[in-house]
């Protein structure tokens, strides 16, 4: 993850660790954007990412929510599944609860999450079929944020 300082009363936002420049991403690569990685550069962003925190490794099977999305996962009405038909559900929650957890403990009152993604998503994810059709709905830590009063934007 990037080195910041945990302790620094300059955070303002949590960010997806993607778009800090970290690669965790499923196929192993950044989502770097120059906004985000400044923010975490200067110590005002924590960056993080759910899906390794709730123990998913890098690279790892692409996965997507099937028929829902992330706030349904909460109330869990829906299963999320990796391209190979693997149950993730649990993992994609304990990260969602962690990445939370971060925020809560340091204050932040914002987010920045990639776009489109099952966990870190806002407003539009993918649809479960793994055809790059996108449907309306957050991702499951996007989803747990907003619940928790935490304004969550997308890059
Ligand atoms: Fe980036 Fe979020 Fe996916 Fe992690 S879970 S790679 S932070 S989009």
């Known amino acids: 993850m990037c080195e910041i300082d945990l302790n620094s009363n300059k955070l303002e936002y949590i960010v997806s660790a993607c778009l800090a420049g970290e690669k965790c991403s ?4 950044d989502r770097l954007n120059d906004e985000v990685f400044k923010l975490a550069a200067e110590g005002r962003a924590i960056a993080l990412c759910p899906e390794v925190m709730g123990g998913l490794p890098v690279p790892r099977t692409l996965s997507e929510i099937p028929g829902g ?3 349904g996962v909460l109330a869990g009405t829906i299963r999320i599944l990796n391209k190979d038909g693997e149950d993730v559900t649990e993992a994609f929650i304990k990260g969602a609860e962690r990445f939370l957890e971060v925020a809560k403990t340091h204050g932040i009152k ?3 999450m990639k776009a489109k993604s099952p966990s870190c998503g806002v407003g539009l994810i993918y ?3 793994f055809s790059k059709r996108l449907i309306k709905g957050d991702g499951v830590t996007a989803a747990l944020l907003k619940r928790e009063g935490i304004e969550v934007e997308a890059r």
């Open 26 to 29: 499923y196929d192993g690569r």
């Open 69 to 71: 999305d992330g706030a």
């Open 110 to 112: 914002k987010a920045i």
């Open 127 to 129: 649809d479960g079929s």
